[in-house]
Structures are given as structure tokens and as C-alpha cells.
């Protein structure tokens, strides 16, 4: 069988960790996926920061990374790469998915909004709690996952269904039948990671990150179980076609 050929847009090369930077963990996140239901799959990593995109006819699957940057920052690079993911969108071809910041820009691109949530910053694992199409399309009542984020999708574009939200409300991840899926959450990060991305934003977050925050981080949580299901829904969506 062919691989399914996936496209990470790499939206952050700030963070360095053991396993990698941002690119190469979502990378790891999506073999182990692939490995655990024996299904080929052919990464590539693009960086969308220097304009770098893959052409649409080559790829099955763009997944947009997350990011320490606003979705709402007037950096040409995120311009573009909104533009990219409003093309993408309407390919009949290519599926997308988007992580915590790639969440937000694929909300924004198809018309929704996006800005400041109540309550500041969410750190560490916490839950997402899952709407009937979440339970249906997961097989569980709520995911948890590392969240590092103070922004939210605040309206969802038009002809999207909510999956899942968050403890107060905020939405977690939307879905298109066919055409690409959300998660707020960073489902490809393990503590390590997340200890060294919250290393990198201590400054900004001062006092923001209490010992509470920092003790959700070495929670478990459910990534690899996600990774797995998304997985299979992009197999059975090609299966479909």
C-alpha cells in the first residue's frame, strides 16, 4: 500500500529538547502512530517561518504545528501561512490538522475568531472533554493533554462541529468530516518536552505558572492514544475515497 504522505508545517523552531525540536516531535508522534496500526507513513517537515510549504498535489496531509506566536501577530509568515491554510482547505485532496496554535490558525482561516481567553494561561494536563462527535470519533468520554496556551478559538468558523472542551468552556478541537480536524491540546508532547517549552516561556509567564500548573505537567495523559485514533481516521477516510 502506498504511505500516506503527511506534511508537518513546522510553526516554531525555538524549542529544543531531547527528543528534538517542535518538527521532529510531531514527526516521532505520527511514526509511533503508524508504527502501533502497522500503516505506512512518509513525514516531511516544512518551515513555514522561512515561507517553506510542500505543493498540495504531493501530500495527503498537512498537520500545523504549535507555536509560542499569536495567531493574531501581523508576522508575514503567519499571514502566508493563514493564506496556505485557507488553500488547503478547500482541496478536495488534502486533509488538515492542527495542534494548539495550528488549531487557532485553521479557525482563523476559515473565518472564525480567535483571541485572549478568560482565566489566562492553561499549563500543564488537563482534559478535554469530549462532545457526542468526540465520543464517537475517540471512543472515550474526555482526552487529557499538555495544554500551554492563553489564547482560544472563540467563535468557530461556519459548518464545523465541536469535539471537545476544556474545564471552562473553551473550545478544545472541531472536526469536517473528510476535510481536516482540531486539537487544542498539544497531544504530540511528552513532560520533557513540556518542561523545556516552559522553561522557554518562564518569563513571559512569571508568576503565572503556579506549583500547581507545574505539577499537572508530569500527569499522565492520552497523546499516543490520540495519535493512534487520528491516525486511523485518515486511513479510513483514503480507504473511503
Not at 490538522?97 to 499549563?123: M, N, P, S, T, W
Not at 457526542?132 to 470519533?137: A, I, R, S, V, Y
Request: hydrophobic share 40%.
Amino acid at each position: 500500500m502506498p504511505p500516506l504522505r503527511m506534511a508537518v508545517l513546522q510553526c516554531d523552531h525555538t524549542l529544543q529538547t531531547k527528543s528534538g525540536d517542535c518538527g521532529e516531535i510531531v514527526e516521532q508522534w505520527i511514526s509511533r502512530a503508524g508504527h502501533a496500526i502497522q500503516y505506512p507513513v512518509q513525514v516531511s517537515r516544512w518551515n513555514v517561518e522561512a515561507f517553506q510549504y510542500p505543493e498540495l498535489d504531493q501530500i495527503d496531509v498537512a498537520v500545523i504545528s504549535g507555536s509560542p506566536t499569536s495567531v493574531g501577530d501581523r508576522q508575514e509568515w503567519i499571514q502566508r501561512l493563514v493564506e496556505f491554510t485557507a488553500k488547503a482547505a478547500s482541496d478536495q485532496q488534502v486533509f488538515l490538522v492542527g495542534i494548539c496554535f495550528g488549531h487557532q490558525i485553521i479557525a482563523k482561516a476559515l473565518g472564525g475568531e480567535v483571541g485572549q481567553r478568560d482565566g489566562g494561561y492553561v499549563v500543564g494536563v488537563v482534559p478535554t472533554y469530549l462532545t457526542e462527535l468526540g465520543k464517537q470519533l475517540f471512543g472515550r468520554s474526555e482526552l487529557n493533554f499538555h495544554q500551554l496556551h492563553h489564547e482560544a478559538v472563540l467563535r468557530l468558523p461556519d459548518g464545523v462541529q465541536a469535539i471537545g472542551t476544556g474545564v471552562s468552556g473553551d473550545n478544545h478541537g472541531f472536526y469536517l468530516p473528510g476535510r481536516l480536524i482540531t486539537i487544542q491540546g498539544h497531544p504530540e508532547i511528552d513532560a520533557e518536552s513540556m518542561d523545556c517549552a516552559l522553561e522557554l516561556c518562564r518569563e513571559s509567564l512569571g508568576k503565572i505558572v503556579s506549583q500547581e500548573d507545574a505539577g499537572r505537567v508530569q500527569h499522565d495523559h492520552d497523546g499516543d492514544y490520540l495519535g493512534v485514533a487520528l491516525l486511523e481516521i485518515l486511513v479510513g477516510i483514503r480507504k473511503h475515497n
